[in-house]
């Protein structure tokens, strides 16, 4: 059974900085493309960043030069670090990963249970 486990998020001041991690435990032969997703409230859960199995990088609009997405292969861990935080990033913010359980077994999305992240004064 794979697991997504995030951690890292909590209460910032704006202009501030958190890192969260994503640790993927279980039966796990690969990890392809890895992305972070968030969520605010009374709105749809958005993209954020992703990272490709060849470690190109996408962000979304709103975050580019502020968030970066990186990735330990040994650890099967990814991070997202976030640097001049807004009131506006405030959201759950969740992790998602496309896991191969198996060389020849086809591979699922697999999402983490979410992280909150607060931005205010």
């Known amino acids: 059974q794979v697991q997504l486990v995030e951690s890292g998020g909590g209460l910032v001041q704006p202009g501030g900085s958190l890192r969260l991690s994503c640790a993927a435990s279980?039966?796990?032969?690969?990890?392809?493309?890895t992305s972070w997703y968030r969520q605010a409230p009374g709105k749809e859960r958005e993209l954020v960043a992703t990272?490709?199995?060849?470690?190109?990088?996408n962000y979304a609009d709103s975050v580019k030069g502020r968030f970066t997405i990186s990735r330990d292969n040994v650890k099967n861990t990814v991070y997202l670090q976030m640097n001049n935080l807004k009131p506006d990033d405030t959201a759950v913010y969740y992790c998602?990963?496309?896991?191969?359980?198996?060389?020849?077994?086809?591979?699922?999305?697999?999402w983490g249970q979410g992280t909150q992240v607060t931005v205010s004064p």
């Open positions: 998602n990963a496309h896991i191969l359980v198996a060389w020849f077994a086809p591979g699922q999305y697999y």
């Open positions: 990272m490709t199995t060849g470690d190109n990088t």
């Open positions: 279980g039966i796990i032969a690969k990890i392809n493309n």
